[in-house]
């Protein structure tokens, strides 16, 4: 290409021309390096795994937990139910014929005392049992021996608030005595259920 | 018209047929990936038409138009650019070039792999690293070949002096196997668990898009520059800052701001785009300085005009990038087309451009050759530019609009795709004339070598029906 | 600088910082992760994924879906909203109180001094702690993404670019899967003006055998669906495609993204 055709271009390779530094970028980037520390130790969590913006450090992100309430049980009951409980039971809380019986507007739920019904998932049922004026004669194994005193009384106020339910909550101290106290870890019969005391 | 230069001549012709390959794949890569780049970009405009193939998806055609550019064109032409610079910068001729040719074959042969992997499915699903292993490992190897050979003609250079342009040449050719098989062996090979298999991902990103591009386009640059403006660098102190501040804070950054990672990631990432800054001023200096004023400074579509606008476009690019890494701007940008559109003026506005620049300097007077289409050139040039500057105006309005109707819960999700058609309309025509340019960037490149090829069948001809010396025949 | 060696060595240091940083320090800190507790609760997360969802994630990665979704909920400040527990025994002070009150987004100190208001008058309060953004107020996610939520993925899909919707919470918002399979081979269908394209390939349209639909057919309407005879039944990878979207969830409180998870009350 003829215009690229100077006598520097076509032979002699670039030289580079020394010259005094120019001290006024070595200064800003040394003023940008002390701004970047500064926004570093605000913001970054100092290399803390657990702090995600929009936390700026540990003690942020510790103070922002929420404290379990009653909310948080109900949903903590909500998970456990559809993990463990809702296959026979439904999600719905309707039950299954032949499976299991409804848990919605049942006598056995919504019960004042919870003691009963703590006992079922505890222990087991097996045998006829009347449910909302129809008949069942199925078997529950313990489904809730398993489970932790807080998640299965979480399960319990659950069922005890949901689908048009309205009973008291179910604390994790309640299960613990209930527990402690069971005499026979087998599936109960009626008569043994209702030997419980209310 | 060949150039007439004897010394130097000898070490043009050296690096002929490694060149050659080197260039010419790169020119086929560059026309493929630009088509798929079309052809993806009109999925949005015709969703319906691309249903039926699964190699019509948008999904298949970006990564593999991305890859095709930047695995396809990028590197083996800045490959191609070092091996010349160093042999013309140490006065020292390329030996023994059959092995950087052998190389620059396995090299396209390992794209080819990999773009076909990734249209079969066998992608990785990691940005900028989606060949398969194959592709991937044939790409390490040839890579390996001419970097190696490279080195050997730096390390064997008559002229002992360093320039500014090797500082930034050899860095990157270390940097790529480094942050390559890094990566293929950590995300790809045995691969790391969970979200740091996407913090890797970046890392390597950030490192070849744009460490290494920055690196081998500004060596190039300072190559060039000083040459056709026919005054020396300006200055010697702000090559050497710029080198080590870019080498530094380029190569820290990269985790976007959002990322599932915990905050010291992507506040260290940010700080040290922040701190691109400062390389982005020298080297603003720099081109300022050395080009402003000079004699040689006309712009005629030729080589010079390629590298200066290619030099505004890097210094563009890095204030978009820096700009993206702000937590204001950032959070308005963040997913949306502002991304693309930074990524493809640094690949294509600076990288490939500059490149353009090089080539047509370095072939004619490699392959003793004129190209065929002189005038070509310069529209090829208008072309580009005018198709860079569609692509990404249009890119970065769009997703900065994006970015707004994203941070508003109030405007449901189907709005903000809606209003990015219009923007993708017309990054479309400006993908439509990229590919134009580059139909003729490869025209003129393949015309060299078929003519190279007919002189060379000719030369062989001609030797072969020659009469034999009276002393070679045996009685 | 002159000597090439020393050029060599330092740019090696230089770049060994990167590597350090971004490489090595996020594999030391996060690359042995392993399940975390769920808040207030002794369930662990994550689960793992059942086998034809993580086969999902191949289908998702093969296909490039990363290209359009991203799989990160973004989350910009973190709120606190009063909430009364109980009226105690003097309602109409706590209601009157209460009309004067802003209890919603409301920052610590706000929330204690509300909260502190409302206890002197005789009710009882929790506060809950809501994450706060344009992701969350779509509904894509109750709270930003963690490293936690990624632990078992064999190739992590982050995605880059919003062309589609955000996927990490898709699984907590679609109703069932044949709403995900009609979205998949008709979008238009499910969303009138999306931009995404039929994945027709992931279905086969046979003729129907036996007079009637195959239960795994599409349910299509009028427009999409195929002529008369015939339906559109998924293939497998469709259907793993699907398993995996309706894995996807990002809705579990954890330690590093905290919020009080609030169960809407049945009927």
Redesign the interface.
């Known amino acids: 290409m003829s215009d690229q055709m100077t006598p520097t271009s076509s032979g002699a390779e670039p030289t580079a021309a020394r010259s005094l530094v120019p001290m006024w970028i070595l200064v800003l980037t040394l003023i940008l390096l002390f701004l970047g520390a500064v926004y570093f130790d605000r913001h970054s969590g100092w290399?803390d795994?657990?702090?995600?913006?929009?936390?700026a450090s540990a003690t942020m992100?510790e103070?922002?937990?929420?404290?379990?309430?009653?909310?948080?049980?109900?949903?903590?009951g909500?998970?456990?139910y559809e993990q463990i409980c809702g296959t026979c039971h439904g999600v719905?809380g309707l039950g299954k014929p032949g499976q299991a019986p409804p848990l919605a507007g049942s006598e056995w739920v919504i019960a004042k005392s919870h003691n009963r019904l703590a006992h079922i998932p505890l222990a087991g049922i097996s045998g006829p049992v009347s449910v909302g004026g129809k008949d069942w004669n199925l078997s529950m194994a313990a489904m809730g021996a398993a489970l932790?005193d807080?998640?299965l009384a979480s399960v319990l106020t659950y069922i005890r608030s949901?689908?048009?339910n309205k009973a008291g909550e179910v604390t994790a101290d309640d299960i613990k005595t209930i527990r402690a106290g069971l005499v026979r870890p087998q599936p109960m019969s009626l008569d043994q259920l209702m030997a419980v005391p209310e | 018209m060949t150039v007439n230069e004897s010394p130097t001549n000898k070490i043009d012709v050296s690096c002929r047929v490694p060149l050659l390959v080197l260039f010419g794949g790169a020119a086929l890569w560059l026309v493929v990936g630009s088509l798929l780049a079309l052809l993806a970009s009109l999925?949005?405009h015709m969703?319906?038409k691309?249903?039926?193939?699964?190699w019509?998806?948008?999904?298949?055609l970006?990564?593999a138009a991305d890859d095709a550019l930047l695995y396809g064109f990028c590197i083996p032409a800045g490959l191609g650019v070092v091996l010349w610079i160093f042999a013309r910068l140490g006065q020292t001729p390329l030996r023994s070039a059959l092995v950087p040719v052998i190389a620059a074959h396995l090299w396209h042969v390992g794209v080819l792999v990999g773009l076909v992997g990734?249209f079969v499915?066998?992608?990785?699903?990691?940005?900028w690293l989606e060949f398969p292993r194959g592709g991937s490992a044939l790409l390490f190897f040839a890579y390996l070949l001419i970097g190696l050979w490279a080195l050997m003609n730096?390390?064997g250079r008559r002229d002992g002096?360093?320039f500014p342009s090797?500082?930034f040449l050899?860095?990157a050719l270390?940097?790529f196997p480094?942050i390559y098989s890094?990566a293929n062996i950590?995300i790809v090979g045995w691969?790391?668990?969970?979200?740091?298999?996407?913090?890797?991902t970046?890392?390597f990103g950030n490192?070849l898009v744009f460490v290494w591009t920055s690196l081998v386009g500004l060596g190039t640059a300072f190559y060039f520059l000083p040459k056709f403006s026919g005054r020396p660098l300006q200055t010697y102190f702000y090559a050497?800052f710029a080198f080590?501040t870019l080498?530094?804070f380029g190569?820290?950054r990269?985790?976007?701001a959002?990322?599932?990672?915990?905050a010291w990631?992507p506040v260290?990432s940010s700080l040290s785009s922040l701190l691109l800054i400062v390389p982005v001023l020298a080297v603003a200096i720099i081109g300022w300085k050395t080009v402003v004023g000079a004699a040689g400074e006309k712009c005629r579509g030729g080589s010079f005009c390629m590298i200066k606008f290619g030099f505004v476009a890097f210094v563009l690019s890095a204030l978009l990038l820096i700009a993206q890494s702000c937590p204001v701007i950032g959070?308005l940008t963040?997913?949306?087309?502002f991304?693309?559109a930074q990524t493809q003026l640094q690949l294509y506005g600076f990288f490939a451009i500059t490149m353009f620049g090089a080539i047509y300097h370095i072939l004619p007077r490699a392959v003793g050759i004129e190209f065929a289409f002189p005038k070509l050139i310069r529209v090829q040039h208008w072309l580009a530019m005018l198709g860079i500057f569609i692509l990404v105006a249009s890119l970065a309005v769009g997703g900065v609009e994006?970015g707004m109707k994203?941070?508003?819960?109030a405007v449901a999700?189907?709005d903000?795709?809606?209003a990015?058609?219009m923007f993708l309309r017309v990054s479309t025509t400006g993908l439509l004339l990229i590919l134009l340019a580059n139909l003729l960037f490869a025209l003129n490149i393949f015309v060299m070598i078929l003519a190279w090829k007919w002189s060379l069948a000719k030369t062989v001809f001609a030797f072969v029906i020659s009469p034999l010396n009276k002393t070679e025949v045996k009685a | 600088?002159?000597n090439?060696f020393v050029?060599?060595l330092?740019?090696?240091a230089?770049?060994l910082?990167?590597?350090s940083?971004?490489?090595l320090g996020?594999?030391l800190?996060?690359?042995?992760?392993k399940q975390v507790p769920?808040?207030?609760?002794?369930?662990v997360y994550p689960r793992s994924r059942p086998g034809e969802a993580n086969q999902g994630l191949q289908v998702y990665?093969?296909?490039?879906?990363?290209?359009?979704h991203?799989e990160?909920v973004?989350?910009?400040?973190?709120a606190c909203d009063v909430?009364l527990?109980s009226a105690g025994k003097n309602p109409s002070a706590v209601s009157n109180l209460l009309a004067t009150l802003n209890l919603r987004g409301l920052n610590?100190e706000e929330a204690h001094a509300a909260s502190d208001k409302i206890t002197a008058a005789g009710g009882k309060v929790?506060?809950?702690?809501v994450a706060v953004g344009?992701d969350i107020?779509?509904g894509w996610g109750l709270r930003?993404?963690?490293?936690?939520?990624?632990?078992?993925?064999?190739?992590?899909?982050?995605?880059?670019?919003?062309?589609?919707?955000d996927l990490a919470g898709v699984g907590a918002r679609s109703p069932n899967a044949n709403v995900v399979l009609q979205h998949l081979y008709a979008?238009?269908s499910v969303?009138?003006?999306?931009?995404?394209?039929?994945?027709?390939?992931l279905f086969e349209v046979r003729k129907i055998v036996g007079g009637e639909f195959s239960p795994d057919a599409l349910n299509l309407p009028k427009e999409f669906a195929p002529a008369d005879g015939y339906e559109v039944m998924p293939k497998p990878e469709a259907k793993e495609l699907v398993a995996y979207l309706l894995s996807l969830h990002a809705d579990v409180?954890l330690?590093?993204?905290?919020?009080?998870?609030?169960?809407a009350?049945?009927?």
């Open positions: 290399f795994k657990q702090v995600y913006p929009p936390y992100l103070s922002y937990q929420p404290k379990s309430g009653a909310a948080a049980a109900a949903a903590q909500k998970r456990v719905d932790s807080a998640d949901s689908w048009g | 999925t949005f969703p319906d691309f249903g039926d193939c699964p019509g998806t948008y999904g298949h970006q990564p990734i499915g066998d992608s990785t699903g990691f940005a730096f390390s002096g360093m090797h500082w050899v860095a270390f940097l480094w890094t950590l691969p790391v668990r969970g979200v740091v298999q996407a913090v890797i970046w890392w490192n050497l080590w080498l530094l190569s820290m990269g985790v976007p959002g990322a599932p990672v915990p990631l260290l959070r963040q997913f949306t087309w991304g693309t994006q994203l941070n508003d819960p999700f189907g903000s795709t809606k990015m058609l | 600088m002159k090439g050029i060599f330092a740019a090696f230089v770049l910082t990167s590597w940083a971004f490489v996020p594999q800190q996060l690359g042995g992760a769920v808040l207030n609760s002794t369930e990665r093969a296909n490039g879906c990363a290209a359009c991203t990160q973004q989350q910009d400040g973190v909430v527990s610590q929790e506060t809950h702690i344009p107020a779509r930003r993404s963690v490293a936690e939520d990624f632990l078992y993925d064999n190739t992590v899909q982050l995605g880059s670019l919003r062309i589609g919707p979008p238009k969303e009138k003006d999306s931009l995404m394209p039929p994945f027709r390939y409180p330690y590093d993204a905290p919020f009080t998870p609030i169960i009350a049945k009927p």
